[in-house]
């Protein structure tokens, strides 16, 4: 089934087309950059370009985080708290490589 506003896409994209609007695009005329994963090669260009990073860098990041405050607090309960954290998090980061690969 296609889309309900699908004639109303089609127009807006003639029109565009008509005025140019897709004349002189960065990277006209040079081929396509290769891919690894090209089931999925749309979806990993707009989670890069949208600055999307796999899991185990977001992670890697709140890792900082916490080794950050750890370095800065002197509190014994909470640094127990902050160790058991950072455990945690190590353990997330190798899944999510394993599960990246």
Do not use: W
Request: aromatic fraction near 2%.
């Amino acid at each position: 089934m296609d889309h309900p506003l699908i004639d109303l896409i089609n127009a807006k994209i003639e029109q565009a087309e008509a005025e140019g609007a897709f004349d002189n695009l960065e990277g006209a005329g040079k081929p396509l950059p290769s891919c690894d994963d090209p089931k999925n090669a749309l979806l990993n260009r707009l989670v890069k370009e949208a600055g999307g990073v796999p899991e185990f860098v977001s992670l890697s990041r709140e890792l900082q985080k916490l080794r950050e405050e750890l370095r800065e607090t002197g509190d014994r309960v909470r640094r127990r708290d902050i160790l058991k954290d950072i455990s945690m998090m190590e353990t997330r980061i190798e899944l999510a490589r394993k599960a990246y690969r």
